[in-house]
């Protein structure tokens, strides 16, 4: 078992079967020494959408509930990184997370939400998981999802 696997495991986090892509891209790309993974929903352990992930925060979720959407997504990316990579120690550091909060207008505390996801990142990777990061708000997302986050890990060999 990997560090960063038996680290999910302290944590009482199961990675699930890494999302299948919803159009015509690929979920994950290596390039050089870098790992990039497209933008993952806040999708659950069993693969679908919570009723309280859906919507826009400022509105029909919370913040909160937002930042624990966000934390999905989180664990999502993990799971694509392991797909791609086999091994999750092969992830010498995650370099950029970019948040994309599915907001009303007047919605200002988009950092908080996204704060659910790069603490997800820290908690699994340590000072590995720490990084670079961008935050927007957006009038809509995929399935109505709360939350989309996007990745770029540099990889070992």
């Known amino acids: 078992m990997s560090q960063i696997d038996a680290r999910l495991k302290e944590l009482g986090i199961v990675l699930p079967v890494?999302?299948?892509?919803?159009?015509?891209?690929?979920?994950?790309?290596?390039?050089?020494?870098l790992l990039i993974i497209s933008g993952q929903l806040c999708l659950g352990a069993d693969g679908k959408l919570a009723d309280q992930h859906k919507g826009k925060l400022g509105a029909t979720v919370s913040p909160e509930e937002g930042k624990a959407a966000a934390r999905n997504?989180?664990?999502?990316?993990?799971?694509?990184?392991?797909?791609?990579?086999?091994?999750?120690?092969?992830?010498?550091r995650c370099v950029r997370l970019g948040g994309f909060i599915n907001a009303t207008p007047d919605f200002a505390a988009?950092?908080?939400?996204?704060?659910?996801?790069?603490?997800?990142?820290?908690?699994?990777l340590g000072d590995k998981g720490r990084h670079a990061r961008s935050t927007i708000g957006v009038a809509e997302l995929p399935l109505d999802a709360a939350?989309?986050?996007?990745?770029?890990?540099?990889?070992?060999?």
Not at 22 to 29: D, I, Q, S, W
Not at 114 to 123: H, K, R, T
Not at 147 to 157: P, R, T
């Open 110 to 124: 988009l950092a908080g939400v996204m704060n659910g996801a790069s603490d997800l990142m820290v908690e699994a």
């Open 18 to 33: 890494a999302a299948a892509p919803l159009a015509n891209y690929v979920p994950a790309a290596i390039t050089g020494n």
């Open 147 to 157: 939350v989309e986050v996007e990745a770029m890990f540099e990889i070992e060999a």
């Open 73 to 92: 997504c989180a664990i999502n990316l993990l799971a694509q990184a392991k797909a791609a990579l086999g091994n999750l120690d092969r992830i010498a």
